[in-house]
T-cell receptor
Framework: SQQGEEDPQALSIQEGENATMNCSYK?????LQWYRQNSGRGLVHLIL?????REKHSGRLRVTLDTSKKSSSLLITASRAADTASYFC??????????????FGKGTLLTVNP | GAVVSQHPSWVICKSGTSVKIECRSL??????MFWYRQFPKQSLMLMAT?????????EQGVEKDKFLINHASLTLSTLTVTSAHPEDSSFYIC???????????FGPGTRLTVL
């Protein structure tokens, strides 16, 4: 079943603007991860935030996690045309081992116009 | 980051034939790998967990006799789609978790088209 639900489903912005995507989930998690997928390609891991963390940064990416609301947001600052891709959140109920499974949301298609 | 490769990157086959997809971890050993399926404009759905040296664990609704998984070594897992039908056309992606980081590294995917 789809644990995560991203919104918006699609987002179109101009280069240089910031892009914010949200993800909601339903059950308890160990960690939440964000991935990027260029059209027809595999997934690239962007950032992982654990359930005891509230905010994390990596370069132009900022991720927040609110476990009380079961939601997360991904902010991409100063967007570039190369950021055009689909972005997925994925939740993990456990840490490590063969029972470690990711449940993916439906994704947000981000288009950054030059 | 860790590197996962898949082969082939795309395959077209006739209905009723079997197709084997390979997933290799190039710079790490993986006792566990995961196989996902992604239909156009949709999200990834976990199909099965591939376990080195033992049987794969399939998600509910995934036919284990149709999607045969073999994890014969710490660097290779294979998915065989048996008697493929057009509805099996999809993007198949494997991934491997890496240690304590809980990060999964994904292969580039295999596009399967069944005519």
């Amino acid at each position: 079943s789809q644990q995560g639900e991203e919104d918006p489903q699609a987002l179109s912005i101009q280069e240089g603007e910031n892009a914010t995507m949200n993800c909601s989930y339903k059950t308890s998690i160990n960690n939440l991860q964000w991935y990027r997928q260029n059209s027809g390609r595999g997934l690239v891991h962007l950032i992982l935030i654990r359930s005891n963390e509230r905010e994390k940064h990596s370069g132009r990416l900022r991720v927040t996690l609110d476990t009380s609301k079961k939601s997360s947001s991904l902010l991409i600052t100063a967007s570039r045309a190369a950021d055009t891709a689909s972005y997925f959140c994925a939740t993990a109920p456990n840490s490590g081992g063969s029972n470690y499974k990711l449940t993916f949301g439906k994704g947000t298609l981000l288009t950054v116009n030059p | 980051g860790a590197v996962v490769s898949q082969h082939p990157s795309w395959v077209i086959c006739k209905s009723g034939t079997s197709v084997k997809i390979e997933c290799r971890s190039l710079d790490f050993q993986a006792t566990t790998m995961f196989w996902y399926r992604q239909f156009p404009k949709q999200s990834l759905m976990l199909m099965a967990t591939s376990n080195e040296g033992s049987k794969a664990t399939y998600e509910q609704g995934v036919e284990k006799d149709k999607f045969l998984i073999n994890h014969a070594s710490l660097t290779l897992s294979t998915l065989t789609v048996t008697s493929a039908h057009p509805e099996d056309s999809s993007f198949y992606i494997c991934s491997g978790p890496v240690g304590a980081t809980d990060t999964q590294y994904f292969g580039p995917g295999t596009r399967l088209t069944v005519l």
